[in-house]
């Protein structure tokens, strides 16, 4: 069965990077340009992983992931921080709310970002 | 204890810790009191030692109060540099990632908007940079200030075509003294931000007391916000960020571009009605 990302990104030639590799991936796709849509599609659709930028329109991504794991429709899905921040502060506060892992887009390449997306969704089938 | 925490996340060292210093001066006012009450009621009557206690813990109070203040000041210019430095970095990296990925995909197009970007925010950054070190020199000439707004909103014209935009151009003419380079960055700042933030009908006009007014009917700038307009970096909540490319340095290097001028700009504006910029240039231009 096909497993669904969603996509939580601001900046919309990025989403659509990425959005098209992972298609080609055989992955359903979902797009949400600020924090409140992507709550509002977290919540609708249940999407097997969710991918947070972190700086992020109406609402960031702390306070995303905060609502994420605060809420029992969405605290199980692994949310992967995909962001260019690269703070120690900030990467222990988003893991210390709960994201699975923390990747630096500018440090990879597009190749490598989706080898880890797979990786990650293949661990929520076991 | 607090302090040692916000001194470890200001990366400063406990003696340039305002928080500390503040306890610090405020044990030395305690000091110098009860040093001050000894020492005078031992040589001195209970007039003299009231009148010596009070100068004492007013002197120190106020010695304390400037210290602590200065001290809070360049931790706050110390935490502005480090912030400044962590946001341009990080908006420095965003077209950086999308080249890096756009060239695995093989979209041009992409790579060719992130490298303009970068430029500008380069460019912007460096603007930034001058007007810090208050190495912003003017190199002024005469020039029709009315000839230069046509020649920008000419510039213009396809953006302005894509946007359904119109833009009312001013009647009169006016000839100014300034550095037109640095106008006219201003101004095609003031009017693309007319473009980029909603605008359809764009009126600039002009007067005889060297007032220059750029009025757009777009997205306006929510009152809570309207504070922070000239700040470094600022971008309103109003306004996606996918929709708008922007730096959040224009209005500041803008602002500064006037100031140098000794002229004055500021704006109203009100929330999906619009806005308009008023540039007055000082008598001199």
Known sequence: MKKTILLIEDEANLQKLLGEQLEEQNFTVLRALNGEIGIKKALEHRPNLILLDLILPKKNGFEVLRDLKANQATKDIPVIILTNLENASEIQKALALGATTYLVKTNYQLEEIIKKIKECALKINN | ?285
């Open chain 2, 1 to 285: 204890m607090p302090f040692f925490k916000e001194c470890q996340q200001l990366n400063l060292r406990l003696f340039e810790c305002p928080s500390f210093l503040f306890v610090i001066m405020g044990l030395v006012t305690i000091i110098a009191i009860i040093s001050t009450y000894f020492v005078t009621s031992y040589y001195a009557g209970p007039e003299i030692v009231i009148v010596a206690t009070a100068s004492a813990a007013m002197v120190s109070f106020v010695i304390g109060h400037f210290v602590v203040r200065s001290v809070s000041r360049i931790a706050q210019a110390h935490q502005m540099q480090s912030d400044f430095v962590s946001i341009a970095s990080h908006q420095l990296r965003t077209p950086l990632s999308l080249i890096k990925w756009a060239i695995e995909r093989k979209n041009l197009d992409i790579i060719k908007q992130a490298n303009q970007r970068m430029l500008k925010l380069v460019n912007d950054l460096l603007n930034v940079a001058r007007i810090e070190q208050g190495q912003f020199k003017l190199q002024k000439e005469k020039f029709d200030l009315s000839k230069l707004i046509r020649e920008i909103v000419q510039e213009l014209k396809t953006f302005t075509q894509a946007n359904n935009a119109k833009i009312i151009l001013p009647d009169q003419s006016l000839v100014i003294f300034a550095d037109k380079l640095k106008i006219k960055m201003v101004l095609e700042n003031l009017i693309n931000n007319a473009l980029l933030y909603g605008g359809k009908k764009i009126i600039i006009k002009l007067n005889n007391n060297k007032i220059v007014s750029i009025q757009d009917n777009g997205v306006g700038i929510p009152k809570e916000q309207q504070k922070q307009v000239f700040e470094k970096f600022f971008r309103a909540n109003n306004v996606l960020r996918h929709q708008t490319q922007g730096t959040g340095l224009g209005l500041y290097v803008c602002q500064a571009i006037i100031q140098a001028h000794q002229g004055k700009i500021w704006f109203k504006s009100k929330e999906n009605k619009g806005t308009t910029f008023y540039i007055k240039l000082n008598k001199k231009t």
